[in-house]
């Protein structure tokens, strides 16, 4: 049984950092990618970033250049730096993982974390 576990939302004032974490635990084979998606109320559920199991990463137009995503492969874990944030940032945080298990490639999400910007 895959888990993915988040850790890292909170209140921040606007200008301010966060950064998230994801944990997959679970006999876990191989990364094809781990990502992460946001969803603010009234609002469908939109890419953040992403990281493929080569390590090339691919990010949101409106995050580009604040948001920085990396991974610890040996620990199969995702992380989501955050910088400068803004009120429009503000969403619940999921974690996304393709990966290759026992009985092949599944898709998994996280509960999600909230991050609130706010002054």
């Known amino acids: 049984q895959v888990q993915l576990v988040e850790s890292g939302g909170g209140l921040v004032q606007p200008g301010g950092s966060l950064r998230l974490s994801c944990a997959a635990s679970g006999i876990i084979f191989s990364v094809y990618a781990m990502g992460w998606y946001r969803q603010a109320p009234g609002k469908q559920r939109e890419l953040v970033a992403t990281?493929?199991?080569?390590?090339?990463?691919n990010y949101a137009d409106s995050v580009k250049g604040r948001f920085t995503i990396s991974r610890d492969s040996a620990k199969n874990t995702v992380y989501l730096q955050m910088n400068t944030l803004k009120p429009e940032d503000t969403a619940v945080y999921y974690c996304n993982a393709d990966l290759r298990i026992i009985r092949g490639r599944d898709n998994y999400w996280g509960q999600g974390t909230q991050v609130t910007v706010s002054s």
């Open positions: 990281i493929l199991g080569g390590g090339s990463t």
